[in-house]
């Protein structure tokens, strides 16, 4: 498997990204893992990086980005935070992720089974979790129509509808973001894994 250089990032397209990205999912769901010699990999990226995607994610042990997509070093940013929620330091690192490092996708990957989500839900406030979990409470309202306690597959309908809250502020916020996909030199789609199979569901594209 070759590592990524910066002529295979200039000739990949978003849709080839996005693609890249399905059959490395479809791969790992199968454990039919590419094999990689990651030292390589290392001295090969060591002067350089040319990522072709980023992928914003939740800190859950269970979902990292780079084995869920069967990826090597080099070929993904991964910015993880809990909730796969948006804020200006996110923005900035996707902004530089796709702006000046030049990848070609930016994947928001919720979760089933969010911790962070499950908490917003149930109104969790504990220190500094309260401001993040604020940022899922969107989600949250959209879902919840009586103010009651919400059943499993409700909270399950938050997580996805929270994946299209950072979606839509990511379009929102950052302009230089915005002006990248609306130029079609990225994508930006939303995600959902499933931690009790390993499959990620891409969402149909709207923006």
């Given amino acids: 498997m070759r590592t990524q250089t910066k002529e295979i990032?200039?000739?990949?397209?978003?849709?080839?990204?996005?693609?890249?990205?399905?059959d490395g999912n479809q791969r790992f769901v199968s454990n039919l893992k590419v094999q990689r010699n990651l030292q390589e990999q290392?001295?090969?990226?060591?002067?350089?990086?040319y990522p072709f995607a980023v992928v914003l994610s939740c800190i859950d042990s269970r979902v990292p980005a780079e084995l869920v997509f069967d990826q090597g070093i080099g070929d993904i940013f991964s910015v993880r935070v809990a909730g796969n929620i948006v804020n200006e330091d996110i923005l900035?690192?996707?902004?530089?992720?796709?702006?000046?490092?030049?990848?070609?996708?930016?994947?928001?990957?919720?979760?089933?089974?969010?911790g962070a989500v499950n908490a917003a839900c149930n109104d969790v406030e504990l220190g500094?979790?309260?401001?993040?979990?604020?940022?899922?409470?969107?989600?949250?309202?959209?879902?919840?129509?009586?103010?009651?306690a919400m059943s499993d597959p409700a909270i399950e309908e938050v997580?996805?509808?929270?994946?299209?809250v950072s979606i839509d502020r990511i379009r929102k916020e950052s302009s230089i973001l915005a002006e990248l996909e609306d130029a079609g030199q990225i994508e930006i789609?939303?995600?959902l894994y499933?931690?009790?199979?390993?499959?990620?569901?891409?969402?149909?594209?709207?923006?």
Avoid: W
């Fill in 9 to 22: 990032q200039d000739n990949l397209t978003p849709q080839d990204a996005h693609r890249i990205l399905d």
């Fill in 92 to 114: 900035g690192s996707m902004e530089y992720a796709c702006k000046v490092a030049g990848s070609k996708i930016l994947v928001v990957l919720g979760h089933t089974k969010c």
């Fill in 189 to 191: 789609v939303g995600a």
């Fill in 42 to 49: 290392v001295l090969a990226t060591s002067q350089g990086q």
């Fill in 128 to 148: 500094n979790i309260t401001a993040l979990l604020s940022k899922v409470k969107p989600a949250v309202d959209f879902i919840r129509k009586d103010g009651g």
């Fill in 194 to 207: 499933d931690v009790a199979s390993g499959k990620v569901d891409f969402f149909e594209n709207a923006s």
């Fill in 159 to 164: 997580a996805i509808q929270n994946v299209k």
